[in-house]
Each structure stands twice: as C-alpha cells, then as structure tokens.
C-alpha cells in the first residue's frame, strides 16, 4: 500500500486525481489541499510516498513546496501537474528531480500508465531499502562477531581487519568508539536499571542509544562480549552524548575513543575492554571474587558458598554485591568467564566437545552446550564450524 497526498487548488482537478487514485487498491489517498502550505503540513503529518503538485497554487506555489518537500529528507515521489502556460515552470521542477509532470486536463489512461511507472519505482525503493537495513543489520553482527573474537585471541588483527575491509570506504578517521555500560548502584537505589533483567540491560541501553543516535551519527551498533553496549560511528556531540545519558534514567557510564584509521579498530577494542575493567571501582569483596573464579573456575565443584566462604561474607549479601556492582550473579558471571575459555579451547580441533566443557568446568556436556548457546549465540559445534571459515 502506498500513501499518496493530491495539492492542486482546482476543485475539478483535485478531486479528478483523488478519484483515479481511489480506483487502485494500492493507493491510499491520505489527504488533499487546495494550497502549498497546506500540502507541505500533510506531508510533515503523513510521510506521503507519493504526492502530486500543482504548479500554480496561493501560498506557496509547486516549486517552492516542491523545494521544501526535498529539505525533508523523506523518500517521496513527486509528480506535477501544470498547465501549458506553466510549462516553463514546470521544466524548473524536472530539475528539481521530480518523477514526471502532467498537463491539463489529465487524462485517464495516461495518468495510470505515469502511476504503473511511479508504483514500480517506489516498490524497487522499498526492496533497496529493505536491503540496506538488512546489509545494516550482517554488518553489526560481522564487527560485533570479528572483534569479540579478536578480543578472546581466536582471530589475528589481520584476519579480523579482512573482514572490516568494507569499512573502508566510510570515513573511519572521523569516527569514536563507544562504550556504554551500567555504572554502580546503590542498594536504595531508586532507578529504571532495577527493573530490568540481569540481561536486558546492555540491549536495553543498545536500543536507547541507538534510537537517539540513528542516522548520520551511527553506523555500528552491537553488544560486546563483556556485556557493554559497543558502538562506532562519527558521534563528536558531547551535549548528544550527555542528553542520551540523562535520558536513560539508569547510572551509565561511557567511554570513548577515536579512531584515526580502520587499523586502529581490533586494537582499541582490546584495549577499551582492558581499560573499562581497570575502571571500575569494586568493592574488595567483588575483587576477590572475580580472582578467585579466574583462578578456579575449572574446578566443577566452584559454588557461590565456596565464594562466600573466600569473602567471608554471607552468600546472599554476596549476590547483592554482584547485582549492585556488576549486574549478574555470581554464577552467570562464572557460567559467562567458563563460557569466554571455552571459546578459546574450541579454535583446537583435536579437543573434542566434552573434553572442552570438562576442562572449564562442566560435568556435563549437555548443560555445557545449553550454557554455551545461551551467551553466544549458537551451539558449540557450530560455532567451532565458523572458527574454520575465519
């Protein structure tokens, strides 16, 4: 279905157009107005896909609303209909880069052969459109996929680069690289970030960002493997950056680089996440925690008793620490570190699926394998076939 608006301050001929176009069961007429300022409201208001102009009208003539209509910076296709004492004016709108123009009076079997053509032109708009958003959507999760590999020693710089390649011919130099992730929360408290799942935090922050960013600012969007909200794109708006925080209604922190080429790009992720890290203020009972899972977490008897024990802390003021401090429990935070080594063991053919779960930590390669699918994406066979494609 296609939105169309008809500007013409004729009567005759406005509802003339309005009635052909009624016979298509493709066309919704939206609106119709007998003058410019009008029509540039409705299409302000309804987002046309098609709109037909009358060159001569008060207020604000065909060419100026034609003007206007291209400052919009919506995907509208403009026909005009003029008369012959108009044909000098009309020549002005084709350069404008109206789709074609009608003369007085309109005609039935030409006006539908010019709407076949304009349909057909607005349907291969949608499928390139279409396109786009799908070629937008692989090329989050190739980087997201490349550099999240890269980070975890799977993928060299260069073969991580060969992916980025396409990169390229976008102006990297101008460009930032962000991370957005949840900062401390206070016991009391009072915020969006306690009502949101462990998990749904970082997409939560994703979208938030990603809507406020989307258009010229942003061309990369994805969540990193540490759980922070990764983007890439020429953001350089502080005030921007400042109102998308204030908004969130969540502590969030940010940290940023730039980038002066697509070289930089593995390199300043790896070392973000590095940075980011070292940032973060945790209480030494969350600092002794995450030692104590790094050095034992191939121990299949590793409990959030045995981590309490080690705090000497109580186990449930110790999954309050975790949640308040890094948005997880105890346990999805072990399951995720097991889950980071298991990827890396899976680049070494000769290991078979069980041996890999049993050196992380899993007794049982089918709940390795539902743990493993839930944190990345895809069982670990099939994400070990991917690794021989890299």
């Known amino acids: 279905m296609y939105k169309a608006i008809v500007a013409d301050d004729e009567d005759i001929i406005r509802k ?18 007998a003058d410019g300022i009008a029509a540039l409201n409705q299409a302000r ?33 403009v026909i005009v209909i003029t008369g012959y004492s108009d044909f000098t004016y009309a020549q002005k709108a084709l350069r404008l880069g109206v789709f074609d123009l009608f003369l007085k009076p309109v005609m039935e079997d030409p006006f539908y052969e010019t709407l076949g053509k304009a349909k057909t032109s607005l349907a291969d708009n949608r499928k390139q459109n279409a396109l786009a958003r799908q070629l937008r959507k692989s090329a989050d999760y190739i980087v997201e996929r490349c550099l ?28 930032n690289l962000l991370f957005f992730y949840p900062g401390r929360v206070q016991e009391d408290d009072d915020t969006g970030i306690s009502r949101l799942g462990d998990e749904e935090i970082p997409h939560y922050i994703r979208r938030s960002v990603k809507d406020a960013l989307e258009g010229d ?32 209604s969540l502590p969030v922190e940010v940290y940023q680089c730039t980038l002066t080429s697509l070289d930089d790009i593995p390199r300043l992720y790896r070392e973000s996440l590095d940075k980011i890290a ?10 002794s925690s995450i030692s104590y899972i790094r050095d034992h977490y191939r121990d299949p008897l590793l409990s959030l008793a045995r981590l309490s024990e ?12 975790f949640k308040q401090e890094l948005h997880s429990t105890p346990m999805d935070y072990l399951s ?3 889950i980071d080594k298991a990827a890396a063991l899976l680049t ?36 070990r076939k991917e690794l021989t494609v890299i």
């Open 45 to 77: 208001r309804y987002s046309p896909d098609i709109i037909f102009v009358d060159i001569n009208m008060p207020k604000m003539d065909g060419l100026e609303l034609i003007q206007k209509l291209n400052e919009l910076d919506k995907d509208i296709l």
């Open 310 to 321: 080690v705090c000497h802390i109580s186990p449930g003021y110790l999954g309050r620490l």
């Open 278 to 287: 070292g940032l973060s203020s945790f209480s030494p009972a969350i600092q």
């Open 336 to 338: 995720r570190y097991r």
């Open 16 to 33: 003339g157009i309005v009635s052909f176009l009624e016979e298509d069961p493709e066309i919704c007429v939206v609106a119709d107005a």
């Open 148 to 175: 999240n590999l890269n980070a975890l020693g799977i993928m060299s710089d260069e073969a991580c680069l060969k992916e980025l390649t396409y990169l390229a011919e976008e102006p990297v130099s101008r460009w």
């Open 348 to 383: 070494n053919p000769d290991l078979k699926i069980y041996e890999v779960a049993e050196q992380v930590g899993f007794t049982s390669q089918h709940y390795f394998c539902h743990a493993f699918k839930k944190i990345m994406g895809q069982p670990p066979k099939e994400y």
């Open 217 to 248: 600012a942003l061309r990369i969007s994805f969540i990193s493997r540490d759980g922070y909200a990764v983007f890439i794109g020429p953001v350089q708006d502080q005030g921007v950056l400042k109102k998308i925080i204030r908004d969130l």
